[in-house]
């Protein structure tokens, strides 16, 4: 359950622009704070699940730095570009 956030990349089939507008819609935080706040206000549980997942799932993303999409590429994100040889980590090492 935890992953079915991700089939909102089915926006890609259209084009990058859709893609990335379905990907950050049910990658955001703020909208799964909503969800979970209004699940647990009006004691409907299916929401407030639905809201945990959002929550977990997009700070998972966070933590393997996946960020909101920017339109114009998938791997383009607000934390990084994802697929670079000179990746997040090894930008991020101090020697």
Partial sequence: MLLLPDLSM????ANSRI?????????HKFLAIIILAL???????????AGIILIGHSAMDRIFAYG????DNFKNTHLR???EKDDF??????Y
């Fill in 19 to 27: 893609g990335a507008m379905f990907y950050n819609l049910f990658h």
């Fill in 39 to 49: 699940g647990y206000s009006f004691n409907v549980s299916e929401l407030t699940l």
């Fill in 10 to 13: 089915v926006g890609y089939l």
């Fill in 81 to 83: 570009w994802i697929g």
């Fill in 89 to 94: 980590i090894k930008r991020n090492i101090i």
């Fill in 68 to 71: 909101l999409k920017y339109p």
